[in-house]
Protein backbone atom coordinates (compact mmCIF):
# COMPACT_ATOMS: atom_id res chain seq x y z
CA UNK A 1 0.00 0.00 0.00
CA UNK A 2 1.25 3.74 -0.66
CA UNK A 3 0.80 6.62 1.81
CA UNK A 4 -0.48 6.57 5.15
CA UNK A 5 -3.83 8.59 6.15
CA UNK A 6 -4.45 9.51 9.43
CA UNK A 7 -7.70 8.53 11.02
CA UNK A 8 -9.49 10.57 13.17
CA UNK A 9 -12.42 9.75 14.66
CA UNK A 10 -15.22 12.24 16.65
CA UNK A 11 -17.81 9.72 17.16
CA UNK A 12 -17.43 10.53 20.87
CA UNK A 13 -17.41 13.95 20.72
CA UNK A 14 -19.03 15.72 17.16
CA UNK A 15 -20.91 12.37 16.67
CA UNK A 16 -22.93 13.45 19.88
CA UNK A 17 -24.50 16.49 18.75
CA UNK A 18 -26.41 14.50 15.95
CA UNK A 19 -30.05 14.29 17.39
CA UNK A 20 -30.63 11.23 19.53
CA UNK A 21 -27.13 10.32 19.61
CA UNK A 22 -26.25 9.96 23.40
CA UNK A 23 -23.30 8.14 25.47
CA UNK A 24 -22.33 7.82 29.26
CA UNK A 25 -18.51 7.91 30.06
CA UNK A 26 -18.20 3.63 29.74
CA UNK A 27 -20.14 3.63 26.59
CA UNK A 28 -17.45 6.29 25.35
CA UNK A 29 -15.14 3.63 26.95
CA UNK A 30 -16.51 0.41 25.04
CA UNK A 31 -16.26 2.63 21.64
CA UNK A 32 -12.95 4.12 21.83
CA UNK A 33 -11.58 0.22 22.92
CA UNK A 34 -13.09 -0.78 19.82
CA UNK A 35 -11.80 1.88 18.04
CA UNK A 36 -8.60 1.24 18.95
CA UNK A 37 -8.41 -2.79 18.12
CA UNK A 38 -9.63 -1.84 14.91
CA UNK A 39 -6.71 0.52 14.27
CA UNK A 40 -8.23 4.06 14.17
CA UNK A 41 -5.19 6.40 14.88
CA UNK A 42 -6.93 8.96 16.90
CA UNK A 43 -10.22 9.18 19.47
CA UNK A 44 -11.71 12.55 19.85
CA UNK A 45 -13.32 11.37 23.51
CA UNK A 46 -15.13 14.97 24.15
CA UNK A 47 -14.52 18.45 25.72
CA UNK A 48 -13.41 18.74 29.03
CA UNK A 49 -14.39 21.83 29.49
CA UNK A 50 -18.16 21.48 28.79
CA UNK A 51 -19.54 18.66 31.20
CA UNK A 52 -18.43 16.24 33.76
CA UNK A 53 -19.07 13.27 31.83
CA UNK A 54 -16.11 13.85 29.77
CA UNK A 55 -14.03 14.13 32.16
CA UNK A 56 -14.66 10.88 33.78
CA UNK A 57 -14.28 9.47 30.11
CA UNK A 58 -11.07 10.90 30.04
CA UNK A 59 -10.29 9.95 33.91
CA UNK A 60 -11.12 6.18 32.72
CA UNK A 61 -9.38 6.21 29.79
CA UNK A 62 -6.04 7.34 31.38
CA UNK A 63 -6.52 3.50 33.67
CA UNK A 64 -6.67 1.78 30.08
CA UNK A 65 -3.97 1.20 27.85
CA UNK A 66 -4.61 1.62 24.20
CA UNK A 67 -2.69 -0.73 22.03
CA UNK A 68 -2.67 1.95 19.05
CA UNK A 69 -4.79 5.28 19.13
CA UNK A 70 -3.83 8.05 20.81
CA UNK A 71 -6.84 10.04 22.99
CA UNK A 72 -7.81 13.05 22.22
CA UNK A 73 -9.10 16.20 24.37
CA UNK A 74 -11.02 18.84 22.15
CA UNK A 75 -11.72 22.20 23.20
CA UNK A 76 -11.33 26.09 21.92
CA UNK A 77 -8.71 28.56 21.58
CA UNK A 78 -8.67 30.55 24.74
CA UNK A 79 -11.29 33.53 25.29
CA UNK A 80 -10.63 37.06 23.85
CA UNK A 81 -8.60 39.38 26.14
CA UNK A 82 -7.47 36.51 28.25
CA UNK A 83 -4.36 34.54 28.59
CA UNK A 84 -4.34 30.59 27.98
CA UNK A 85 -2.95 30.34 31.72
CA UNK A 86 -5.80 31.96 33.17
CA UNK A 87 -8.44 30.35 30.62
CA UNK A 88 -10.60 27.84 32.13
CA UNK A 89 -10.83 25.75 28.94
CA UNK A 90 -7.81 25.60 27.95
CA UNK A 91 -6.70 24.48 31.91
CA UNK A 92 -9.31 21.65 31.33
CA UNK A 93 -7.72 20.34 28.39
CA UNK A 94 -4.20 19.56 30.39
CA UNK A 95 -5.91 18.24 33.07
CA UNK A 96 -7.40 15.79 31.01
CA UNK A 97 -3.80 14.18 30.65
CA UNK A 98 -3.84 13.53 27.11
CA UNK A 99 -1.18 12.92 24.79
CA UNK A 100 -2.92 15.06 22.14
CA UNK A 101 -5.64 17.94 22.02
CA UNK A 102 -7.47 19.45 19.41
CA UNK A 103 -8.28 22.80 19.55
CA UNK A 104 -10.66 25.02 17.11
CA UNK A 105 -10.43 28.43 16.37
CA UNK A 106 -12.51 30.98 13.66
CA UNK A 107 -10.80 30.83 10.21
CA UNK A 108 -14.05 33.49 8.95
CA UNK A 109 -14.36 36.96 9.74
CA UNK A 110 -18.25 36.99 9.57
CA UNK A 111 -17.69 34.24 13.18
CA UNK A 112 -14.95 37.06 14.32
CA UNK A 113 -17.04 40.09 13.79
CA UNK A 114 -20.45 38.40 14.51
CA UNK A 115 -19.77 35.22 17.11
CA UNK A 116 -16.75 36.19 18.90
CA UNK A 117 -17.17 39.99 18.98
CA UNK A 118 -13.82 40.84 18.37
CA UNK A 119 -11.36 42.59 15.92
CA UNK A 120 -9.22 40.12 13.41
CA UNK A 121 -6.12 41.26 15.08
CA UNK A 122 -7.07 39.39 18.28
CA UNK A 123 -8.34 36.00 16.70
CA UNK A 124 -4.90 35.77 14.98
CA UNK A 125 -3.37 36.45 18.81
CA UNK A 126 -6.11 33.40 20.61
CA UNK A 127 -5.01 31.32 18.12
CA UNK A 128 -1.27 31.76 17.96
CA UNK A 129 -1.35 31.83 22.02
CA UNK A 130 -3.47 28.93 22.43
CA UNK A 131 -1.31 26.76 20.39
CA UNK A 132 1.83 27.75 21.68
CA UNK A 133 1.08 27.11 25.51
CA UNK A 134 -0.18 23.58 24.15
CA UNK A 135 2.81 22.97 22.72
CA UNK A 136 4.98 24.38 25.59
CA UNK A 137 2.82 21.58 28.06
CA UNK A 138 4.40 18.62 25.85
CA UNK A 139 1.02 18.41 23.99
CA UNK A 140 0.67 17.00 20.23
CA UNK A 141 -1.79 19.76 18.53
CA UNK A 142 -4.09 19.30 16.04
CA UNK A 143 -5.46 23.04 15.23
CA UNK A 144 -8.85 22.99 13.90
CA UNK A 145 -9.44 25.82 11.41
CA UNK A 146 -13.12 26.28 11.82
CA UNK A 147 -15.51 27.40 8.93
CA UNK A 148 -12.39 27.31 6.93
CA UNK A 149 -13.60 26.90 3.26
CA UNK A 150 -16.03 29.74 3.93
CA UNK A 151 -13.88 31.95 5.37
CA UNK A 152 -11.65 31.35 2.83
CA UNK A 153 -14.24 32.31 -0.29
CA UNK A 154 -15.18 35.47 1.45
CA UNK A 155 -11.42 36.41 2.81
CA UNK A 156 -8.48 34.42 1.31
CA UNK A 157 -5.85 35.95 2.86
CA UNK A 158 -7.24 36.15 6.16
CA UNK A 159 -8.23 32.54 6.05
CA UNK A 160 -4.81 31.97 5.43
CA UNK A 161 -3.43 33.67 8.29
CA UNK A 162 -5.15 32.46 10.77
CA UNK A 163 -3.82 28.87 10.01
CA UNK A 164 -0.02 30.61 9.65
CA UNK A 165 -0.25 31.76 12.71
CA UNK A 166 -1.17 27.83 14.45
CA UNK A 167 2.02 26.80 11.98
CA UNK A 168 4.33 29.71 13.78
CA UNK A 169 2.73 28.38 17.06
CA UNK A 170 4.00 24.96 16.27
CA UNK A 171 0.98 23.18 15.52
CA UNK A 172 1.41 19.45 14.38
CA UNK A 173 -1.47 19.51 12.06
CA UNK A 174 -3.92 21.82 10.62
CA UNK A 175 -7.63 20.73 9.70
CA UNK A 176 -9.72 22.54 6.99
CA UNK A 177 -12.96 22.26 8.17
CA UNK A 178 -16.29 22.80 6.12
CA UNK A 179 -18.47 23.27 9.38
CA UNK A 180 -21.58 24.14 7.67
CA UNK A 181 -20.76 21.32 4.65
CA UNK A 182 -21.90 23.49 2.04
CA UNK A 183 -18.51 22.94 -0.12
CA UNK A 184 -18.20 21.20 -3.37
CA UNK A 185 -15.35 19.16 -4.32
CA UNK A 186 -13.88 21.44 -7.08
CA UNK A 187 -13.94 24.35 -4.30
CA UNK A 188 -11.95 21.83 -1.86
CA UNK A 189 -9.43 20.60 -4.26
CA UNK A 190 -8.99 24.41 -5.73
CA UNK A 191 -8.67 25.57 -2.01
CA UNK A 192 -6.01 22.91 -0.25
CA UNK A 193 -4.33 23.54 -3.44
CA UNK A 194 -4.13 27.08 -2.82
CA UNK A 195 -3.52 26.41 0.83
CA UNK A 196 -0.43 24.13 0.45
CA UNK A 197 1.62 26.60 -1.49
CA UNK A 198 1.71 29.04 1.95
CA UNK A 199 1.83 26.21 4.76
CA UNK A 200 4.37 23.38 5.33
CA UNK A 201 2.67 21.85 8.31
CA UNK A 202 -0.19 18.42 7.56
CA UNK A 203 -3.03 19.70 6.46
CA UNK A 204 -6.12 17.36 7.33
CA UNK A 205 -9.69 17.40 6.02
CA UNK A 206 -13.28 17.59 8.17
CA UNK A 207 -16.13 17.47 6.60
CA UNK A 208 -20.33 17.62 6.93
CA UNK A 209 -22.96 15.94 5.47
CA UNK A 210 -25.41 18.64 4.86
CA UNK A 211 -25.06 18.75 0.45
CA UNK A 212 -24.24 15.08 0.81
CA UNK A 213 -21.40 15.05 0.38
CA UNK A 214 -19.26 14.79 3.54
CA UNK A 215 -17.54 11.37 1.90
CA UNK A 216 -16.48 12.84 -1.28
CA UNK A 217 -15.16 16.01 0.06
CA UNK A 218 -12.71 13.47 1.86
CA UNK A 219 -11.47 11.16 -0.59
CA UNK A 220 -11.08 14.60 -2.62
CA UNK A 221 -9.51 16.50 0.16
CA UNK A 222 -7.15 13.14 0.64
CA UNK A 223 -6.50 13.20 -3.52
CA UNK A 224 -5.29 17.09 -2.78
CA UNK A 225 -2.98 15.96 -0.67
CA UNK A 226 -4.07 15.93 2.93
CA UNK A 227 -3.15 13.02 4.76
CA UNK A 228 -4.82 13.31 8.10
CA UNK A 229 -8.76 12.40 7.91
CA UNK A 230 -11.64 12.87 10.28
CA UNK A 231 -15.16 11.76 10.58
CA UNK A 232 -17.23 9.64 12.79
CA UNK A 233 -18.62 6.19 12.65
CA UNK A 234 -21.56 5.58 10.84
CA UNK A 235 -21.95 9.29 10.03
CA UNK A 236 -23.14 10.49 13.51
CA UNK A 237 -23.41 14.21 13.63
CA UNK A 238 -25.21 17.76 14.04
CA UNK A 239 -27.56 18.08 11.51
CA UNK A 240 -26.70 15.76 8.51
CA UNK A 241 -24.42 14.16 10.39
CA UNK A 242 -20.39 14.16 9.70
CA UNK A 243 -18.37 12.66 7.04
CA UNK A 244 -19.16 9.02 7.49
CA UNK A 245 -15.65 7.05 8.19
CA UNK A 246 -17.30 3.56 7.41
CA UNK A 247 -17.13 4.90 3.54
CA UNK A 248 -14.15 6.71 3.90
CA UNK A 249 -11.54 4.29 5.01
CA UNK A 250 -12.87 1.48 2.18
CA UNK A 251 -13.04 3.93 -0.44
CA UNK A 252 -9.46 5.51 0.70
CA UNK A 253 -7.43 1.77 0.75
CA UNK A 254 -9.42 -0.58 -1.11
CA UNK A 255 -10.21 1.63 -4.16
CA UNK A 256 -7.13 3.88 -4.21
CA UNK A 257 -4.88 1.65 -1.61
CA UNK A 258 -3.69 4.43 0.02
CA UNK A 259 -3.34 3.11 3.75
CA UNK A 260 -5.51 3.71 7.04
CA UNK A 261 -6.12 1.00 9.07
CA UNK A 262 -4.25 -2.89 9.19
CA UNK A 263 -5.10 -5.09 5.97
CA UNK A 264 -6.65 -7.96 8.16
CA UNK A 265 -8.73 -5.25 10.19
CA UNK A 266 -10.77 -3.96 7.31
CA UNK A 267 -13.11 -7.13 7.59
CA UNK A 268 -13.78 -5.81 11.11
CA UNK A 269 -15.42 -2.62 9.97
CA UNK A 270 -18.98 -3.66 9.52
CA UNK A 271 -18.83 -4.98 12.83
CA UNK A 272 -17.40 -2.40 14.20
CA UNK A 273 -20.55 -0.02 12.60
CA UNK A 274 -23.19 -2.13 14.33
CA UNK A 275 -21.53 -2.17 17.49
CA UNK A 276 -21.37 1.71 17.38
CA UNK A 277 -25.31 1.35 16.46
CA UNK A 278 -26.51 -1.31 19.52
CA UNK A 279 -24.59 0.46 21.96
CA UNK A 280 -26.22 4.55 20.90
CA UNK A 281 -29.61 2.13 20.66
CA UNK A 282 -30.39 3.45 17.38
CA UNK A 283 -31.08 1.08 14.51
CA UNK A 284 -28.73 0.56 11.90
CA UNK A 285 -28.73 2.11 8.63
CA UNK A 286 -29.60 -0.63 6.18
CA UNK A 287 -28.71 0.98 3.73
CA UNK A 288 -25.20 2.57 4.64
CA UNK A 289 -22.67 1.50 1.76
CA UNK A 290 -20.25 -1.14 2.47
CA UNK A 291 -21.84 -2.03 6.46
CA UNK A 292 -25.27 -1.67 5.71
CA UNK A 293 -27.40 -5.01 5.69
CA UNK A 294 -28.79 -4.34 2.11
CA UNK A 295 -25.05 -3.32 0.76
CA UNK A 296 -25.08 -6.51 -0.91
CA UNK A 297 -28.64 -7.72 -1.54
CA UNK A 298 -29.64 -8.97 -4.78
CA UNK A 299 -33.38 -8.65 -5.22
CA UNK A 300 -33.79 -8.87 -9.17
CA UNK A 301 -33.87 -12.55 -10.81
CA UNK A 302 -31.04 -11.70 -13.60
CA UNK A 303 -29.16 -9.82 -10.86
CA UNK A 304 -28.77 -12.83 -8.64
CA UNK A 305 -28.07 -15.54 -11.90
CA UNK A 306 -25.34 -13.10 -13.30
CA UNK A 307 -23.48 -12.79 -9.37
CA UNK A 308 -23.83 -16.28 -8.49
CA UNK A 309 -21.93 -17.44 -11.63
CA UNK A 310 -19.85 -14.13 -11.00
CA UNK A 311 -19.64 -11.81 -7.86
CA UNK A 312 -18.30 -8.93 -10.02
CA UNK A 313 -21.14 -8.51 -12.00
CA UNK A 314 -23.03 -6.70 -9.38
CA UNK A 315 -20.85 -6.02 -6.75
CA UNK A 316 -17.93 -3.82 -6.63
CA UNK A 317 -15.83 -5.48 -4.00
CA UNK A 318 -16.34 -8.80 -2.00
CA UNK A 319 -18.70 -7.98 1.12
CA UNK A 320 -15.99 -10.28 3.13
CA UNK A 321 -13.87 -7.64 3.08
CA UNK A 322 -15.52 -5.33 5.24
CA UNK A 323 -17.22 -8.06 7.10
CA UNK A 324 -20.81 -7.80 5.54
CA UNK A 325 -22.08 -10.85 3.66
CA UNK A 326 -23.89 -11.37 0.48
CA UNK A 327 -27.83 -11.17 0.56
CA UNK A 328 -30.57 -12.57 -1.81
CA UNK A 329 -33.66 -11.27 -1.23
CA UNK A 330 -37.10 -13.28 -2.53
CA UNK A 331 -40.26 -11.23 -3.56
CA UNK A 332 -42.16 -10.96 -7.18
CA UNK A 333 -39.29 -10.30 -8.84
CA UNK A 334 -37.37 -12.96 -8.00
CA UNK A 335 -36.43 -15.77 -10.35
CA UNK A 336 -35.18 -19.17 -10.10
CA UNK A 337 -31.74 -18.67 -8.96
CA UNK A 338 -33.33 -16.15 -6.19
CA UNK A 339 -34.75 -19.20 -4.55
CA UNK A 340 -31.99 -21.81 -5.56
CA UNK A 341 -29.34 -19.68 -3.52
CA UNK A 342 -31.44 -18.89 -0.78
CA UNK A 343 -32.66 -22.55 -0.41
CA UNK A 344 -29.27 -23.66 -0.42
CA UNK A 345 -28.23 -20.80 1.94
CA UNK A 346 -30.89 -21.96 4.46
CA UNK A 347 -29.79 -25.34 4.60
CA UNK A 348 -32.87 -26.59 2.09
CA UNK A 349 -31.98 -28.71 -0.37
CA UNK A 350 -34.16 -28.08 -4.01
CA UNK A 351 -34.27 -30.35 -6.77
CA UNK A 352 -32.98 -28.36 -9.90
CA UNK A 353 -33.97 -30.58 -12.51
CA UNK A 354 -37.58 -30.58 -10.96
CA UNK A 355 -40.44 -28.86 -10.92
CA UNK A 356 -40.09 -27.49 -7.60
CA UNK A 357 -38.32 -24.10 -8.01
CA UNK A 358 -41.13 -23.17 -10.32
CA UNK A 359 -43.85 -24.29 -8.32
CA UNK A 360 -42.19 -22.12 -5.63
CA UNK A 361 -41.20 -19.21 -7.44
CA UNK A 362 -45.04 -19.27 -9.18
CA UNK A 363 -46.57 -20.00 -4.74
CA UNK A 364 -44.28 -16.51 -4.56
CA UNK A 365 -45.60 -14.30 -6.46
CA UNK A 366 -48.75 -14.88 -6.07
CA UNK A 367 -48.61 -14.57 -2.26
CA UNK A 368 -46.43 -11.43 -2.72
CA UNK A 369 -49.53 -10.01 -5.38
CA UNK A 370 -51.70 -10.57 -1.85
CA UNK A 371 -49.69 -8.55 0.18
CA UNK A 372 -46.96 -10.84 1.09
CA UNK A 373 -43.97 -9.51 1.77
CA UNK A 374 -41.44 -12.26 2.40
CA UNK A 375 -37.98 -10.13 1.71
CA UNK A 376 -38.71 -8.80 5.24
CA UNK A 377 -39.73 -12.35 6.69
CA UNK A 378 -37.11 -14.71 5.80
CA UNK A 379 -38.37 -17.22 8.39
CA UNK A 380 -41.74 -17.42 6.66
CA UNK A 381 -39.98 -17.62 3.15
CA UNK A 382 -37.85 -20.54 5.16
CA UNK A 383 -41.44 -22.13 6.45
CA UNK A 384 -43.27 -21.95 2.89
CA UNK A 385 -40.62 -23.60 0.90
CA UNK A 386 -40.49 -26.44 3.74
CA UNK A 387 -44.51 -26.79 3.51
CA UNK A 388 -43.84 -27.37 -0.27
CA UNK A 389 -41.25 -29.55 0.05
CA UNK A 390 -42.84 -31.60 2.80
CA UNK A 391 -40.47 -31.22 5.24
CA UNK A 392 -42.35 -28.87 7.51
CA UNK A 393 -42.83 -29.78 11.54
CA UNK A 394 -46.13 -28.69 13.00
CA UNK A 395 -45.26 -28.20 16.34
CA UNK A 396 -48.75 -27.12 17.66
CA UNK A 397 -52.11 -26.59 15.11
CA UNK A 398 -54.74 -24.05 16.16
CA UNK A 399 -58.30 -25.46 17.04
CA UNK A 400 -59.42 -22.21 17.82
CA UNK A 401 -58.72 -18.85 19.82
CA UNK A 402 -61.17 -16.21 21.23
CA UNK A 403 -59.90 -12.17 21.85
CA UNK A 404 -62.62 -9.99 24.41
CA UNK A 405 -61.70 -6.67 24.78
CA UNK A 406 -63.87 -4.43 27.33
CA UNK A 407 -63.91 -0.77 28.09
CA UNK A 408 -65.94 0.53 31.31
CA UNK A 409 -67.20 3.82 32.04
CA UNK A 410 -63.88 4.57 33.58
CA UNK A 411 -62.21 4.64 30.47
CA UNK A 412 -60.56 1.31 31.58
CA UNK A 413 -59.52 -1.67 29.11
CA UNK A 414 -59.33 -4.95 29.57
CA UNK A 415 -58.10 -7.84 27.25
CA UNK A 416 -58.29 -11.68 27.65
CA UNK A 417 -57.21 -13.93 24.91
CA UNK A 418 -58.62 -17.55 24.89
CA UNK A 419 -56.98 -20.00 22.72
CA UNK A 420 -57.12 -24.09 22.11
CA UNK A 421 -54.04 -25.56 20.66
CA UNK A 422 -53.21 -29.12 19.89
CA UNK A 423 -49.64 -30.19 21.27
CA UNK A 424 -48.42 -33.36 20.52
CA UNK A 425 -51.69 -35.13 20.37
CA UNK A 426 -52.72 -33.25 23.63
CA UNK A 427 -55.74 -31.02 23.78
CA UNK A 428 -54.54 -27.45 26.02
CA UNK A 429 -56.97 -24.54 26.80
CA UNK A 430 -55.24 -21.61 28.06
CA UNK A 431 -56.09 -17.84 28.90
CA UNK A 432 -54.52 -14.79 29.53
CA UNK A 433 -55.08 -10.87 29.50
CA UNK A 434 -52.46 -8.46 28.25
CA UNK A 435 -52.12 -4.94 26.74
CA UNK A 436 -53.74 -5.61 23.90
CA UNK A 437 -55.35 -8.48 21.51
CA UNK A 438 -51.76 -9.52 19.75
CA UNK A 439 -50.07 -9.14 23.73
CA UNK A 440 -52.91 -11.39 25.40
CA UNK A 441 -52.61 -13.93 22.12
CA UNK A 442 -48.89 -14.16 22.50
CA UNK A 443 -49.29 -14.87 26.41
CA UNK A 444 -52.05 -17.59 25.94
CA UNK A 445 -50.28 -19.40 23.21
CA UNK A 446 -46.88 -19.25 25.57
CA UNK A 447 -48.96 -20.58 28.67
CA UNK A 448 -50.53 -23.62 26.28
CA UNK A 449 -47.05 -24.77 24.95
CA UNK A 450 -44.83 -23.98 27.37
CA UNK A 451 -45.12 -27.42 29.14
CA UNK A 452 -43.98 -28.97 25.88
CA UNK A 453 -41.33 -26.58 24.77
CA UNK A 454 -39.89 -24.67 27.67
CA UNK A 455 -37.52 -23.24 25.59
CA UNK A 456 -39.92 -20.72 24.42
CA UNK A 457 -39.50 -18.72 27.63
CA UNK A 458 -36.21 -17.30 25.94
CA UNK A 459 -37.58 -16.36 23.06
CA UNK A 460 -39.21 -12.78 22.86
CA UNK A 461 -41.16 -10.41 20.18
CA UNK A 462 -39.09 -7.54 19.71
CA UNK A 463 -41.03 -5.08 16.79
CA UNK A 464 -44.45 -5.31 15.79
CA UNK A 465 -45.25 -3.58 12.59
CA UNK A 466 -48.90 -3.06 10.88
CA UNK A 467 -48.89 -1.88 7.28
CA UNK A 468 -52.09 -0.98 5.31
CA UNK A 469 -52.00 -2.24 2.09
CA UNK A 470 -55.13 -0.80 0.49
CA UNK A 471 -56.20 2.59 2.02
CA UNK A 472 -59.06 3.18 -0.44
CA UNK A 473 -60.82 0.59 1.80
CA UNK A 474 -60.27 1.99 5.24
CA UNK A 475 -61.37 -0.36 7.97
CA UNK A 476 -61.55 -3.18 5.67
CA UNK A 477 -58.25 -3.07 3.87
CA UNK A 478 -56.76 -5.84 3.74
CA UNK A 479 -53.17 -5.07 6.34
CA UNK A 480 -49.61 -6.72 6.30
CA UNK A 481 -47.89 -7.83 9.85
CA UNK A 482 -44.83 -8.04 10.40
CA UNK A 483 -43.26 -9.74 13.62
CA UNK A 484 -39.41 -8.96 14.71
CA UNK A 485 -38.86 -11.87 17.38
CA UNK A 486 -35.10 -12.98 18.69
CA UNK A 487 -33.30 -14.87 21.19
CA UNK A 488 -29.92 -13.90 22.55
CA UNK A 489 -28.24 -15.69 19.48
CA UNK A 490 -30.54 -14.85 16.99
CA UNK A 491 -33.51 -12.75 15.51
CA UNK A 492 -35.90 -13.36 12.66
CA UNK A 493 -38.91 -12.04 10.91
CA UNK A 494 -42.82 -13.28 10.14
CA UNK A 495 -45.62 -11.68 7.87
CA UNK A 496 -49.16 -12.36 8.06
CA UNK A 497 -52.03 -10.88 5.92
CA UNK A 498 -55.32 -10.46 5.85
CA UNK A 499 -58.67 -8.01 5.92
CA UNK A 500 -58.54 -9.15 9.92
CA UNK A 501 -55.87 -7.41 11.73
CA UNK A 502 -56.14 -10.79 14.50
CA UNK A 503 -56.23 -13.20 11.83
CA UNK A 504 -52.53 -11.25 10.23
CA UNK A 505 -51.29 -11.41 13.74
CA UNK A 506 -52.72 -14.46 14.53
CA UNK A 507 -50.29 -15.99 11.48
CA UNK A 508 -46.90 -14.17 11.60
CA UNK A 509 -46.78 -15.09 15.59
CA UNK A 510 -47.78 -18.05 14.76
CA UNK A 511 -45.24 -18.86 12.25
CA UNK A 512 -42.53 -17.10 14.68
CA UNK A 513 -43.23 -19.48 17.01
CA UNK A 514 -42.96 -22.70 14.67
CA UNK A 515 -39.69 -21.36 13.31
CA UNK A 516 -37.81 -21.02 16.86
CA UNK A 517 -39.00 -24.57 17.18
CA UNK A 518 -37.94 -25.58 14.23
CA UNK A 519 -34.51 -24.24 14.61
CA UNK A 520 -33.82 -25.24 18.48
CA UNK A 521 -34.91 -29.11 17.19
CA UNK A 522 -32.37 -28.80 14.32
CA UNK A 523 -29.54 -27.47 16.17
CA UNK A 524 -30.19 -30.66 18.68
CA UNK A 525 -30.43 -32.46 15.83
CA UNK A 526 -27.52 -32.07 14.54
CA UNK A 527 -25.70 -32.00 17.96
CA UNK A 528 -27.16 -35.37 18.66
CA UNK A 529 -25.62 -36.61 15.24
Known sequence: ?????????????????????????????????????????????????????????????????????????????????TDPNNDPNIQRLIEAETPTVSIFGKSWLLHVNEALQTTAEENIRIIHDSVHYLKEHHKEVIYDAEHFFDGYKANPNYALNTIKAAETAGADTIVLCDTNGGTLPADITRIITEVQKHINTEVGIHAHNDCELGVANSITAVNAGCTHVQGTINGYGERCGNANLCSIIPNL??????????????????????????????????????????????????????????????????????????????????????????????????????????????????????????????????????????????????????????KNISGTSRTEATIRLSVNGQMEHCAAEGSGPVHALDKALRKAMHRFYPEIADMHLQDYKVRVLNQRDGTDAQVRVLIDSAHPQDSWTTVGVSRNIIDASWEALSDSFNYYLSQQYRTHNQKAI
Not at 45 to 63: H, I, L, Q, V
Not at 291 to 313: D, L, P, Q, R, Y
Not at 364 to 369: A, F, G, I, R, S
Not at 393 to 399: G, I, M, N, Q, R
Open 1 to 81: MDQKIYTFDTTLRDGTQGEKVAFSAQDKLRIAKRLDRFGIDYIEGGWPGSNPKDMEFFARAREHTFEHARIVAFGSTCRTD
Open 253 to 406: QLKQNYYCVPEDNMAHLAGLSHFVSEVANLNPNDRQPYVGKSAFAHKGGIHVSAVMKNEETYEHIPPKKVGNKRRVLVSDLSGKSNIRFKSSQLGIDVNNDSNEISAIVDKLKEMENNGYQFEAAEASFELLVKKMKDQYEEFFSLEGFRIIVE
